[in-house]
């Protein structure tokens, strides 16, 4: 096929020396799908030509990869389960498509409350087998296709990030291959470790740009003996808004708080061809709590329900049935999916948590003035808040970028990032400028150099 | 031959049409019938069915009760019951099967309640012990268990379900009795028929056979293809997301996390790598075939038998085995 | 309108592992939650309730941890529940149960109509409503999708079957069995959650109902049917064994593979 290069050809074979014939994969038809990831079409960065797929299955495998691309200074580009946003995973230069997903083993260590887990071991895997383990992993970014790699990579948040935090929370050790072929290990199953520059913190959240991440200690937590899921009605967003700063400061901490607005809510649900259990009001939280016993954790839904209450809540729902709760969150995690067929672009901006409302609001505003639909959601505990930037009404691409900036200052302007969930990937750098200084991007692309001095490792537009 | 009647088979119809279900339960009641050494019946129920019934006996049956009436027309759960338990109390079979069908399992147990006898749901297999007692076989919890179950009372009642059965070959030379039954007209039922309308629409999710495409489809018409082995095995089509992106195939079909999660008996691939997103939604599968060409496709790696190949090479001759299996064509 | 729902608790059933090895069933990670149909059917109730007034009653029969399940359909909208529990009561088949619950319906006096779920997720037979009708001696309707219209006298239901849908009209008092596209249960209020919580439930017992009936019905002694063996079917994990061979063999082994694991016959 005249498609590859001589040079990616030669290093193909060589590949397939280390890692079999059959996992070295050169045919496009079989690539296609690692083309892509779940960035909206009309932004989505164009993949190379030239690539070629390898799917290694250990880690000394993917060190003697790694170490031949890097004297043959060839781009690899790690990729997980593709769910991500902003085009992180997509190959744009030509080279190699590195996927993990052999490697899936995941091993419970109950004594200590960890899961170790390879790269390629995805969010679903390990959800169940935590559990089996009787065990919990409390964070749930979405996609439960989402691979451990990647989810460390991009330091993923989402839902149930109030009580315990994003990924980075729950990470541990690392085990990752540098472009030289260097294994390191860092970090273990230890919950203190005060032992020089915490490498690993650099690691999680760098986007594949830094070295691969092929294995993962991460810490689970006791599995809750008892889980309610609360879907909360209210006429106005501030209703709903003003509950959330109360709710957090009143001692109960639930796993997550999301808000959502009544109309993308049924979106999803029809999109699933569900129904949305809750139909009234305008704005609804979605509250979910966890603790040891079913008194409990009612005495902390009753003290919730005052607090709701005083707030003009419309009404107060209980699923406690886990298929019931189950649905809540897929139809909460399907919101994207229901509105990506009309979008441009999804956001992740976030605040302070009580600026949250004061964001929306501005969002409102920006809308009305370009006079397009911006439907907006989000983790509201979190003060992280989706706003989709949709067809509808958007005369070009330029007129997108304007509304998008405009929400970004906003956000900043009330203290906070342009991205607190999805990252940078290939989509953001424009926009950088806004949060980041020049000193701090002297810094980073200083880190960047020293971890892979030759560029190979996912390279983008700027050296970081 | 005996002259009892061992086993009695229901002789569903809908609309004068015999479910295919029925020859299936001739089939196997034949074989227990001879081991017996006895009868095997059939009751039919319907009006205007006389032709009918012979189909019957050209399947296997010995003798078939024909219960032939205006209101037995469309099924009555309560005349239907009537007619048949007082058929049962009069010639006593040690076996009475009803096809596991929705009409089946509704009639099925009301006949067992009034006889006050055992019922054994759904069965896949039938054998007889050492005493030629029925030995019924179901699964159980999802089918990750069998269970082999006895009956102490009689007649041993069970549903079988559809498509587990060897219907014999029709055969119109076979001869047998048509007993014409007195209809015994219930005035008032409780249950008035106002309407009988032709179902539709497709629901994956409790789907016990999944024929699914993917990527590895190349135009949408080919879909075509993956319907007839889906009508061939009694199942339904799923897809991929790509497909469903592309239009080529409606949403309600889309296996996976913003899909349908599926847990078929059976989950067919062809042509579909196994994104996360697919597999989060058919994993559960109780039994997972893969078809793809691309040997590092990750599905491979979730499934029970997989086969690396052109789904346009396997997919004709596997149409004709089943075409050959079902006794069609 | 009395309305009668009958309910029971069933394992999670996609947490019930089951051991290979030992050919054993491990229900140790499964909880115990309603059977997803009776919610449905619950909420059938509670919805023509909401239109027609009376009162819905749920009942179960079941080990005493059901009444958690009670008290969570007191939650959902019901009025009264009542628990048949007793040791006699245990290892009834489905006729044995039937007859149980029918007697239980029959001492409670008058009704006008009975509505289950389908079927159960753990016994998957769908036969205990239809066999509850044929003792109360009342017309059925089986897998009702749609309640069209109900009065005093006489109720109107879709029901599906698989190749038609029936448009019934059942003359009251009579049983349904309703599947899960006839609504979405509602989610219950946290305020009625709190206030079931504390909500009392009436418990039956075998010498509650041997006095209306017959007791050699009842339990393991009143069920005809024995299982009388319990077996790993062929398939187990993932065994990703590869087909080979001419197209023409592989799909003799495709066909081969389906009899085997009984999708063919």
Known sequence: MPLHNNALLDVAEEIERIVGERWVITQRDFIESYLKDETPEPIRP????????????????VSLILKIANEMKIPVFPVGGRTGLVGGSIPTKPGIILSLERMNKIEVDRENLMAVAEAGATLGDLIKAAEDAGLFFPPHPGDEGAQIGGLIATNAGGARAIKYGVIRNYVRGLEVVLPTGDILSLGGKLLKNNTGYDLMQIIIGSEGTLCVITKAVIRLFPKSKYMVTLIIPFNSRSDAMRTVPQILRSGVIPLAIEYVQLKEIMKAAEHLNDNWPVQKGFAQLIIILDGVSQEEVLLACEELSKICESNNAIDIMIAEAPEEQNRILRIRSNIYT??????????????????????????????????????TYGHAGDGNLHVHIMKEGMKDMDMADAIKNEIYSAAVKLGGVITGEHGIGKLRFKNLSLVLSEKHMEIMRGIKRVFDPNNILNPREILF | MGSECGVLVFAEQENGEIHNVVYELL???????NRLNKMLCAVLLGFGLEEKSRELIYYG?????????????????????????????????????????????SLAPRIAA???????????????????????????FSGNIMAQIRTRTRPQMATVRYRMMKPLSRNPNRTGEIVRMETEFLENSGIEILDRVSASGVNLSEADIIVAAGRGLKSPEDLKLIEEVANLLGGVVGASRPLVDAGWIGREHQVGFSGNTVKPKVYIAFGISGSPQHLFGMRDSDIIIAVNKDPSASIINFSDYYVIGDLYEIIPPLIRELKRARGVG | MNIIVLMKQVPEIEKVRFDYEKGRLDRSSAGAVTNPF????????????????????????????????LRDALARGADKAILLSDERFAGADTLATAYTLATAIKKLGAFDLVICGEKTVDGDTAQVGPEVAEFLGIPHAAYVEEIREINAKWIVVKARMEQSDYILKLSLPALITVTKDINVPRLPTLRDKLKAMRAPITIWTYDDLSQVADQKYFGFEGSPTRVIKVFTPVTGGRRGQMISGSPEEIAAKIVHILRENKILG
């Open chain 2, 27 to 33: 089939g196997k009641g034949r074989e227990l019938a």
């Open chain 1, 46 to 61: 164009k993949p190379a030509d030239n690539l070629i797929l390898v799917k290694p299955s250990s880690t000394s495998e």
């Open chain 2, 61 to 105: 049956a010995d003798r078939v009760y024909l219960f032939d009436h205006p209101s037995l027309k469309n099924f009555d759960v309560i005349r239907y019951k009537h007619n048949i338990v007082k058929l049962v109390n009069e010639v006593k079979p040690d076996i009475f099967l009803i096809g596991a069908t929705r009409m089946g399992r």
């Open chain 3, 38 to 69: 009776d919610l449905n059917a619950l909420e059938a109730a509670v919805q023509i309730k909401e239109r027609a007034g009376g009162s819905v009653t749920a009942i179960s029969m079941g080990p005493m941890q059901a009444i958690e399940m």
């Open chain 1, 338 to 375: 229901a509105l990506k067929p009309d979008m441009i672009d999804i956001l992740d901006v976030t605040v302070p948590p009580n600026s949250l409302e004061k964001l929306m609001d501005e969002v409102d505003a920006i809308a009305a003035k370009y006079g397009v639909y911006l439907p």
């Open chain 2, 114 to 140: 009034a006889l006050r006898t055992g019922l054994t749901a759904d069965c896949v297999d039938l054998d007889l012990d050492d005493e030629g007692n029925l030995v019924q076989i179901r699964p159980a």
